[in-house]
């Protein structure tokens, strides 16, 4: 499905009225897009400052509205920061549909395949005011809401303001722009791509991962130039199948990828390939951990789930080239020590909210408070006693993200773990936790980040057990952490 547009209307609230004279704002947005990056509250009120200002000494900032949906009632907790689409599936779909979509609106154009949303900012006249009463202001909007708290916020009166005689230039350093410049465009190119199989075996949370025998290609468009950029990894935006995306590869994956090393094509394959498996077998213990929590009923925090990883490959014929943001030649591919993992290898995911909890770090495991806080720690817990000790699950952070059945999930993502001998076995495309005697599996570390026993004893060392880890029967008799 390609991208759609939402038609949004806002109207003004003030207390428990409709501010009929700052008008009704209409505008049709791209789905595909974050919320804050559309900064469509910014937008509305940019054009009802217009008419406020008429009255009022300042324009309303954005700290001084509040989302809410007509009726004045409060969107679904988080949603404000998810994809437009998200927002918008959430909300209409389900029983949600009956709470936040009236029946009687009428969609723009009076079409009935129009996806339209009704909304108000609900101004908060307190926060307003407090701010323009430090002003040189004659008139207290507070004293005029406090005499007549349900009239309109627009007919309140402003005194005339003293004029300022004084210089009111401070020393500038103005340059003139030059005549033309060019425009700040991210370019995007095409590529191909064949996505990677990934499987869990149900029992053991072991992974596999395979290339399709047929390859099946997949066209994106990547934009050349990197979105962001962290401590190991290069973030792109891609563009696939009317879906925004962020394709991932390493730069930096310590040893020999540290800064100013390259990393090579085979390194980055089999550090994605790590990556995917750590995300989806977290997935496989945190569905286990869920398990038995409903099986004790204990009441812990059920919104998180881990990422799902794509693991996608550019494919080229034999004249052709890898994109410019892969940073792979020909010749990376040729002077390659493993040349049958050389590629040009993406992990993609879904773009997220900008906004992300941490939960734990790489080295470090603290104490957070709420529920979400004591379910994380408490699942790090479980994660370590129920593979035998063998793993520890690092550098926890998680998102907002809408998700298919219309609800709000925590995405966990980017996790890292440590490992006995920072090391598990990959045996030929299994990444798997259990114990293997098969002389062709071989020892790798499980990827950046696992530091090995080191890693292992931090959390031991750090990880104080909460009233869920004891509610779970995770507490030893000497109080501490079952493994200890």
Not at 395 to 421: C, E, N, Y
Not at 473 to 478: F, M, N, S
């Amino acid at each position: 499905m390609g991208v759609r547009l939402i038609w949004l209307t806002f109207q003004a609230r003030v207390s428990k009225k409709l501010d009929t004279r700052l008008g009704m704002h209409m505008a049709a947005y791209e789905d595909n897009l974050l919320i804050e990056e559309l900064d469509i509250i910014a937008r509305v009120l940019e054009i009802w400052n217009t008419t406020w200002v008429g009255k009022y000494p300042k324009a309303l900032r954005r700290d001084e509205v509040l989302l809410r949906f007509e009726g004045n009632k409060l969107p679904i907790p988080g949603s404000d920061i998810l994809l437009l689409a998200d927002f918008y599936r959430l909300h209409t779909t389900g029983a949600n549909k009956e709470i936040y979509v009236p029946k009687t609106r009428k969609v723009p154009g009076g079409s009935k395949n129009s996806h339209t949303l009704t909304l108000e900012l609900l101004i908060e006249l307190d926060a307003y005011t407090d701010r323009i009463e430090d002003t040189d202001t004659t008139t207290s909007l507070r004293k005029s809401t406090k005499r007549k708290a349900d009239t309109d916020a627009m007919s309140a009166p402003v005194g005339k303001q003293p004029r300022n005689t004084s210089n009111p230039f401070p020393k500038s350093s103005f340059v003139r722009a030059p005549s033309s410049a060019s425009a700040n465009v991210n370019t995007t190119e095409t590529i191909s791509l064949v996505l990677a199989d990934v499987h869990t075996d149900a029992a053991t949370g072991s992974v596999e991962i395979t290339w399709p025998a047929v390859k099946k290609t997949v066209v994106a468009k990547l934009e050349v130039d990197k979105m962001m950029s962290g401590q190991t990894k290069h973030v792109y935006r891609l563009f696939m199948d009317g879906t925004t995306y962020v394709a991932k590869r390493f730069f930096n994956i310590g040893g020999d990828g540290a800064p100013g090393r390259r990393v090579s094509p085979s390194q980055n394959y089999q550090n994605l390939y790590q990556e995917v498996c750590r995300a989806i077998q977290g997935q496989w213990f945190l569905d286990e951990f869920y398990k038995l929590v409903r099986q004790r009923d204990i009441e812990v925090d059920m919104s998180f789930r881990f990422v799902r990883p794509l693991l996608a490959k550019e494919v080229i014929d034999d004249l052709g080239s890898f994109s410019l943001a892969s940073g792979v030649s020909q010749a990376d591919i040729d002077s390659d020590s493993e040349p049958d993992k050389a590629g040009a290898y993406w992990l993609i995911e879904p773009r997220r909210a900008a906004s992300v909890r941490r939960w734990s770090g790489t080295m470090s495991h603290p104490v957070v408070a709420g529920q979400k806080g004591a379910t994380m720690s408490v699942l790090a817990h479980f994660i370590y006693g129920y593979s035998n000790s063998e793993l520890v699950a690092a550098d926890l952070q998680s998102t907002i993200a809408g998700t298919d059945t219309g609800t709000v999930a925590d995405v966990i993502f980017d996790i890292m773990t440590h490992t006995p001998d920072g090391c598990v076995l990959i045996y030929h495309n299994f990444l798997t936790m259990l114990h293997d005697t098969d002389v062709n599996a071989t020892r790798r570390n499980s990827g950046v980040g696992d530091h090995g026993q080191e890693g292992i004893d931090a959390f031991i060392e750090q990880h104080e057990c909460n009233y869920l880890c004891k509610e779970m029967g995770l507490v030893t008799e000497g109080g501490g952490s079952d493994g200890d």
